[in-house]
């Protein structure tokens, strides 16, 4: 069982700045992709980024030259820069991580980001 858990998110102003963080625990060598992804209620899922152990990273087109991901797998670690933020970005950011070899997926509770015009 790994327990992910979030931090950061907040409410902005439109063109502003955020960071996500998500820590698994425990720390397992078998996590493979780490990511995030949103889901407001009543819209659907979109994955926004994830990251493999290797450092491939996959972008959505709606956050694409606004977002970085990165990731500490020593640690377990992953984070999300969020700029130029949209109201449009507005939404709960889930923390996910997925096991290289089982493929379960594991979720974190959520992180609220607001962002006002």
């Known amino acids: 069982q790994v327990q992910l858990v979030e931090s950061g998110g907040g409410l902005v102003q439109a063109g502003g700045s955020l960071r996500l963080s998500c820590a698994a625990s425990?720390?397992?060598?078998?996590?493979?992709?780490m990511g995030w992804y949103r889901q407001a209620p009543g819209k659907q899922r979109e994955v926004v980024a994830d990251i493999t152990t290797s450092g491939a990273t996959k972008n959505s087109d709606s956050v694409k030259g606004r977002i970085t991901i990165s990731r500490n797998n020593a640690m377990n670690t992953v984070s999300l820069q969020m700029n130029s933020l949209k109201p449009e970005d507005t939404d709960v950011y889930y923390c996910?991580?997925?096991?290289?070899?089982?493929?379960?997926?594991?979720w974190g509770q959520g992180a609220q980001v607001a962002v006002t015009s």
């Open positions: 996910y991580a997925e096991l290289r070899y089982t493929l379960e997926q594991y």
């Open positions: 425990p720390s397992i060598s078998t996590i493979n992709v």
